[in-house]
């Protein structure tokens, strides 16, 4: 696990992980406005996730994500598109996969699932999924998670791919 810093100055120190064949280096960033000061960053594998923390993504998820569309093919308009632990295990848990969390004592408020891939020589990052509770949005937090996962990155290339 990573710390990532918390305070008006966020301070974060990659693992060679989340670098792959990059060397770490500290990357310092200033805060952003609103950013509130008792919010824990962290990161790390996906398989490192413990079953409660993946349970927290998944109520998360699951609660602030958002609604399916009028165009749904089984009829779920307006219902909450829902994601289960056990979606998360099967289908976020390879090598590449990582997720960075925002923690208000201990409780998921923000995650962002990303996978960090090698292609062709470059570094390739892509967010899957990012979701900010409701009660914590307009804070910066999201903001700050993707920063974690792309600021000051030697990446190749980056990107968001969710549907909201």
């Known amino acids: 696990m990573v710390d990532m810093g918390f305070g008006p100055l966020g301070i974060r120190i990659p693992d060679e992980g989340q670098c792959m064949s990059l060397k770490p280096k500290l990357i310092i960033y200033l805060g952003l406005p609103g950013m509130m000061s008792g919010i824990r960053y962290v990161s790390r594998r996906t398989s490192e996730l413990t079953d409660d923390e993946l349970e927290q993504c998944s109520r998360l998820f699951s ?65 899957l999924q990012l979701v900010v509770s409701r009660d914590y949005r307009k804070m910066g937090i999201g903001s700050r998670l993707l920063h974690s996962i792309w600021g000051f990155s030697d990446d190749y290339a980056w990107g968001l791919a969710t549907a909201n």
């Open 63 to 127: 609660s602030d994500y958002g609604t399916y569309g009028q165009d749904d093919p089984k009829g779920r308009k307006g219902q909450p598109v829902r994601m289960s632990a056990s979606y998360y295990r099967k289908h976020y848990s390879g090598e590449n996969y990582r997720v960075a969390l925002a923690l208000d004592e201990g409780k998921v408020v923000a995650q962002a699932f990303y996978i960090r891939e090698i292609i062709d020589g470059s570094i390739v990052t892509w967010v």
